[in-house]
Each structure stands twice: as C-alpha cells, then as structure tokens.
C-alpha cells in the first residue's frame, strides 16, 4: 500500500514537473513572441520617421518654391536664392537638420537629417579618363570601369569587356553605357563593396584628399552619383526662371536683346553647331559678353542637364578631382561659397577662371541645382534605420524618385556627422 502511494506520488510531481515546463515554455515563447512584435513595431516606427524627415523637406523646398520660405535660420540665404535661383548652402533646404546635428521629435520617435545637393557630387556619366585618373581607384579598375561603360568590343589592357564578362560563372555583358547607380560598381571587374564604400589606398590619383571629421579619407561613394540634374535656366526668380537661349538656333535679334557686342553676334552666328560655352568661350575675349553668354546662352534644347557640378555646393575634396582646377583655385570656389555665386558668370571672378581654365572646365559647372539626396537615421526605442531619398524638382515641383536603406553599419561616422546631437526640435500636427 504504501509503495502504491510513493510511486502515486512521485507521479504527481513527474506531472506537476511537466506541466511546469511546458508553462515555462509558453511563458518564455510569449516573452519572445512580445519582444518580436515590440521590435517590429519599433522598426515601423524608425522607417515612419524616417519618412517624417523626407516629409519635412518636401515641405520645406515646396514653400520656398511658393515664395514662403519656412526656415528662420537663413532668412537672407532664402531671399537670394529666391530672387536669383541660385542653389547656396545659405538655402532652406541646407539648414535642415542642422548637418544631422539636430534631434526632431516625432511623437516616441525621433530622426536626425541632413539634405545634400546631388549636383555637389561628380556625377559617373561625365567621367573623362583626366577625371578618372584624379579618382581613388587603382589602374586596373579606370581600365575595368571605362571598358565596362564605353562602346566598342576592344578592351584595355587591365579591362575586360563581354568576352570577359561571359567568361563568368554567372555570364552577363558588358553594360557598355553609363551607370544608373552606384551599386552597379559590383558588376565591373577589380570592384568590390569596400572599394566602393571604404577609403583606399592601392591608387593611381595624386589628388590630396581631405579627411573628413571622423578622419576617414574620402571613399569613391562620397565623390560620385549617378543620379543629379540642373535646370537650363537663367538666373532668376525661383520657380519663374526663363529658359537658356540655344546659340545654335538663335536668331540675331536674340542676340541683340541680350547686348552682346556686335562682332559677339557675327561671330556666335557664323557657327550653327557649338559644342559647350567652354568651345564658345574660346573664341569670345570682351568680358561682358563672356557674362552675358555665361547667364543667358545654352548649346542645347534640354530643359535640364545631367552631371554638372555645383560650384556653391561641392566639397573641397570633389571639387580637387575636377581636370585643370588648380589648389588656389580650389581654395577661392570654398571661399566663395560662404555667400554662394547666384548666377554661373561669378565665376569670372574667381582667381583663376580665365583664359584656357575657364573655357576647359566652365562646361563642368553650374550653380543651380534640381536634384537632392535626403540623408536620414528614424529612432525608436532600440532600433535605428538610415535612408537615403532622392528627390527630383521638375517644373517647379519637387518629387520623390528613389528611397534606399543605406548599406553602412556606421552612417554616422561615413556622413561625418557629430555623434551626438546638440539641439532639439519637437515637431507637432497641425491643429
């Protein structure tokens, strides 16, 4: 009897013991299945932010274009680049986010942001072999990324063209045109991720490059895009710009109303096919119609063109790649851009942009812009995202074309950003 009861006994605990665990289980699924979903709702809520910040500067470029800008830190940066169409760093759009040094509050969430004129990068369509030379890359990858991107079947000496590329284990061709972003690097011969994406130093550019605040140099995606535009347009009221005249389809009275010069007018007249203002500029030396030709004059019937470089926004180290550009010159554009040029004929007053210089680079070059990158970290909780979106202005409207998670593990430190912010904004609906 008694041995009945023990083994009754140690039965019930056996099943007292069973029924423990499973509830200790079900308990530690339930904290996982908790903590999952809390997760998840943090990381909707760091990508909500996140686009809270893209928001905000839609907003912010969509009044300015109105005529009502919304910022109070650059009140006379608006006013100039509302009267002359000029794309500063005194700007609304520029003030954003104070470089990712402010924390905007969104409900329990928060971002930091920072608004980057694409045309303040060299855009890869435009890349001359002089260009590529300047660039962080090493002589097999120029030879690889010119074969890879040019027409024709005969490749460099360190290049490769189809018979290499289907040569592959997964055989593909070459692209044999420009890039439409970045990340199609990968598909080029010698290209990696970190040679993309790292600073290197296995290369054939004597360009003295600046580090950044987190003391990293420069990584070949800090200096390009494939994605930036600038419109063709004169200088101007924002958003009320006249286009450019085309030199090779103007009429003489066209001429004559701008006030060029009359031996200006024959001579843009007797050639119906210039190629760049560098190409004009060669021909024409009175100063006054060289401004004139600067702001007014187009060789083309775009309405907007692709890859120039703004003067008012490129960074010292962008701008040092550019062919024939010497350090002083490099030097006197930074200067200049504490106030910003509002129209492309201040280059004319710029130490060194004369004669042969100004005719071989002035093509480059722009000082309005159409294209921007939003640079963005959402917060929530423990969770972090970073973005970057890109947003086209067309016919005065600004519009979003691409939104991307940035591949960096460290975007703070890759946008030399401060790593703590040092102000706070608390953004609220409308009532």
Request: glycine share 6%; net charge neutral; aromatic share 6%.
């Amino acid at each position: 009897m008694h041995k009945e009861r023990g083994t009754s006994f140690v039965f019930v605990l056996a099943s007292l013991a069973a029924i423990m665990g499973v509830l200790a289980a079900v308990a530690s699924t339930s904290r996982l299945d908790v903590k999952a979903t809390s997760n998840r709702v943090e990381l909707i809520k760091a990508r909500m932010a996140c686009f809270s910040a893209i928001q905000r500067y839609l907003c912010t470029v969509a009044s300015d274009y109105s005529g009502t800008p919304t910022t109070t830190t650059s009140t006379s940066g608006s006013t100039t680049a509302q009267q002359t169409g000029a794309t500063t760093l005194q700007d609304d759009w520029a003030q954003l986010g104070s470089n990712g040094d402010e924390r905007v509050v969104v409900g329990d969430s928060w971002f930091r942001m920072q608004v980057v004129d694409a045309s303040s990068f060299l855009n890869s369509s435009t890349l001359t072999t002089a260009w590529l030379n300047n660039l962080p890359l090493s002589q097999q990858q120029i030879d690889a990324y010119s074969d890879y991107t040019s027409a024709g079947e005969t490749p460099l000496p360190d290049g490769g063209k189809d018979q290499y590329y289907n040569a592959l284990q997964v055989p593909y061709n070459a692209k044999l045109a420009p890039l439409d972003t970045l990340d199609e690097l990968l598909n080029v011969r010698y290209f990696t991720a970190q040679s993309i994406y790292l600073p290197q130093t296995n290369v054939v550019s004597t360009v003295s490059f600046v580090a950044g605040a987190s003391g990293q140099q420069p990584a070949l995606s800090d200096l390009l895009t494939t994605y930036s535009y600038s419109p063709n347009v004169r200088p101007g009221t924002l958003g009320q710009q006249q286009a450019r005249i085309n030199v090779n389809t103007a009429t003489q009275a066209q001429l004559r109303t701008l006030g060029l010069s009359t031996q200006t007018q024959t001579r843009l007249l007797a050639n119906r096919a210039w190629a760049n203002l560098g190409a004009i500029l060669r021909t024409i030396v009175n100063v006054q119609d060289q401004r004139v030709i600067l702001d007014n004059l187009t060789t083309t019937t775009a309405t907007r063109t692709a890859g120039l470089i703004n003067l008012n926004t490129a960074s010292q180290n962008v701008l040092s790649t550019v062919p024939n550009l010497t350090p002083d010159m490099v030097q006197a554009i930074i200067q200049q851009q504490q106030t910003g040029l509002t129209s492309l004929s201040g280059v004319l007053s710029i130490s060194g942009f004369t004669g042969n210089v100004l005719a071989s680079t002035i093509q480059y070059f722009t000082v309005q812009s159409s294209t921007f990158i939003v640079r963005v970290v959402g917060y929530s909780g423990s969770t972090s995202v970073a973005m970057e979106a890109t947003v086209d202005i067309t016919n005065n409207t600004p519009k979003l074309v691409r939104i991307a998670d940035v591949p960096y593990t460290d975007v703070i430190g890759r946008w030399n950003w401060n790593q703590n912010t040092s102000t706070e904004t608390v953004l609220k609906e409308a009532s």
